[in-house]
């Protein structure tokens, strides 16, 4: 059973690294931690019909955080770094933070 690629791609990581890397096309997102490189490449094709070259995916852990007494962590969650082809057009929604 596929996923829609609403449910793929979470929203984007805007960060000073990430947006020094639209320069040279790649795109940060935040993606599901059951999501595949083909689902991910698949889903950003469809979700902004631009033309995927790589996908590099990291799963990044939470942080310990504590209030008071109490310890915890925010939850863990996976990172896609999508570099597009030569060819392609760029993906409107970053187009105005470089």
């Known amino acids: 059973?596929?996923?829609?690629?609403?449910?793929?791609?979470l929203k984007p990581v805007i960060t000073e690294k990430s947006m020094d890397d639209l320069q040279t096309?790649?795109?940060?997102f935040?993606?599901?931690t059951d999501a595949n490189k083909?689902?991910?490449?698949?889903?950003?094709?469809?979700?902004?019909?631009?033309?995927?070259?790589?996908?590099?995916?990291?799963?990044c852990n939470g942080k310990?955080?504590?209030v008071g007494r109490f310890m915890g962590k925010t939850s863990d969650w996976?990172?896609?770094i999508i570099?597009?082809?030569?060819?392609?057009?760029?993906?409107?929604?970053f187009e105005g933070m470089v």
């Open 64 to 66: 310990a955080k504590r």
């Open 83 to 93: 570099t597009l082809t030569e060819d392609s057009k760029t993906i409107e929604f």
């Open 38 to 59: 083909s689902e991910i490449k698949k889903a950003v094709e469809q979700l902004f019909g631009v033309k995927v070259a790589k996908v590099n995916t990291m799963n």
């Open 1 to 9: 059973m596929s996923k829609a690629a609403q449910d793929i791609i």
């Open 78 to 80: 996976k990172k896609a």
């Open 25 to 28: 096309g790649k795109y940060t």
């Open 30 to 32: 935040k993606v599901a």
